[in-house]
């Protein structure tokens, strides 16, 4: 998986952070958390804002 795998990104973390309403997460969790996901495998470096934004509204939209 790499940065751009949005909706397999926020499936992960859907299933791995089930409590957490993604509209109050701060990015520099959302990075650590999307890092550690099983199968990630890309580099730190390669995140920026608007990738955790895009994540962050895919979060949001899958629960809604």
Not at 2 to 8: A, G, H, L, Q, V
Not at 20 to 42: K, Q, S, T, Y
């Amino acid at each position: 998986m790499k940065w751009t795998d949005i909706n397999e990104i926020v499936s992960e973390l859907v299933d791995a952070h089930p409590e957490v309403d993604p509209m109050r997460i701060n990015f520099v969790d959302l990075m650590h958390w999307v890092l550690a996901l099983p199968g990630f495998d890309d580099q730190q470096s390669r995140c920026g804002e608007k990738i955790l934004e895009a994540i962050q509204q895919a979060w949001i939209d899958e629960l809604a």
